[in-house]
């Protein structure tokens, strides 16, 4: 089995990455700059069994999306699940004081890249190939500071949708995960570490569940998705929350 995870190398990308990271299995971990966390992630897939494959590219461009799907196609010719976690916060703000081209950066990232990730991926899928993409509550409420990765998070749904029913006659399957807050480096990227605490404790009480979800929570939700057991489930957003959308 071969999976490509991008922004592979932390959070719920590295996660991923490392659940994947079965004996015989190829895992693709696409990073941008961090080369001690691509290396650290490396070794964790290797102690696990499984072959690390080190991709360096930027899938906020056209040319790093494309870049990161040859890598793959370099040493294999089937792909069975592409996920996609890289996230672009570096415009975090208020969308009143954001640099318009860095916005429109993060919607490369955060969203568009998918057209070029997918377009590239199709010689190597296969009947059973999965794509999932990584949203967020931001998607669907207005989150502070967050207005360079909400937006884009909900075009990235949108697109899932019309690629699911593009993929489905060929067997391909293309879904939506959605979490509500989340303790990673993209949360403590867009906030203070005393503005992510308040995020985190708020989330917890506000969660009809009496905590907050914990990262494992949604890989589980990925693996399922990236299964045989989601055959039919296509064009969907599966929210991992204990009902924290609901509010």
Same mark, same amino acid.
């Given at each position: 089995?071969?999976? %490509? @995870?991008?922004?592979?190398?932390?959070?719920l990308? /590295?996660?991923? !990455?490392l659940r $994947?990271?079965?004996?015989?299995n190829?895992?693709?971990?696409?990073?941008r700059?961090?080369?001690?966390a691509a290396?650290w992630?490396a070794?964790e897939?290797?102690?696990?069994?499984?072959?690390?494959h080190?991709?360096?590219?930027?899938?906020?461009?056209i040319a790093g999306?494309?870049?990161?799907?040859?890598?793959v196609?370099d040493v294999?010719?089937?792909l069975g699940?592409?996920?996609?976690?890289a996230?672009?916060t570096?415009?975090?703000?208020?969308?009143?004081e954001?640099?318009p081209?860095?916005f429109?950066?993060?919607?490369?990232c955060n969203?568009?890249a998918?057209?070029? %990730? @997918?377009?590239?991926?199709l010689?190597?899928f296969? /009947?059973g190939s !999965?794509?999932? $993409?990584?949203?967020s509550?931001?998607s669907?409420?207005v989150?502070?500071?967050y207005g360079?990765?909400?937006?884009p998070?909900l075009?990235?749904?949108?697109?899932?949708?019309?690629?699911a029913?593009?993929?489905?006659?060929?067997?391909?399957?293309a879904?939506?995960?959605a979490a509500?807050?989340?303790?990673t480096?993209?949360?403590?990227a867009?906030?203070?570490d005393?503005?992510?605490?308040?995020?985190?404790?708020?989330?917890t009480?506000?969660?009809?569940?009496?905590?907050?979800?914990?990262?494992?929570e949604v890989?589980?939700?990925?693996?399922?998705?990236?299964?045989?057991?989601?055959?039919?489930?296509q064009g969907?957003?599966?929210?991992?929350?204990?009902?924290?959308y609901?509010?």
């Amino acid at each position: 089995m071969t999976i %490509l @995870v991008t922004g592979g190398t932390k959070g719920l990308g /590295r996660e991923t !990455a490392l659940r $994947f990271a079965t004996p015989g299995n190829d895992v693709f971990v696409n990073y941008r700059s961090d080369d001690a966390a691509a290396e650290w992630t490396a070794a964790e897939i290797r102690a696990r069994g499984a072959v690390p494959h080190l991709v360096r590219a930027d899938v906020g461009t056209i040319a790093g999306a494309r870049a990161a799907v040859a890598a793959v196609a370099d040493v294999t010719d089937e792909l069975g699940q592409l996920v996609h976690c890289a996230v672009d916060t570096g415009t975090a703000g208020p969308i009143l004081e954001m640099d318009p081209e860095g916005f429109a950066r993060a919607v490369q990232c955060n969203a568009s890249a998918l057209i070029p %990730l @997918v377009q590239s991926a199709l010689p190597l899928f296969r /009947r059973g190939s !999965a794509v999932v $993409f990584v949203s967020s509550r931001g998607s669907q409420a207005v989150v502070p500071g967050y207005g360079a990765v909400g937006p884009p998070k909900l075009l990235g749904e949108i697109l899932i949708s019309y690629l699911a029913v593009e993929l489905a006659p060929l067997g391909v399957r293309a879904n939506t995960v959605a979490a509500s807050t989340l303790d990673t480096e993209a949360l403590r990227a867009v906030l203070t570490d005393a503005e992510a605490e308040k995020r985190l404790a708020r989330a917890t009480e506000l969660n009809p569940s009496g905590r907050r979800v914990e990262i494992a929570e949604v890989v589980d939700a990925i693996e399922f998705l990236c299964s045989d057991r989601a055959t039919m489930v296509q064009g969907q957003r599966l929210n991992v929350d204990g009902g924290f959308y609901l509010r």
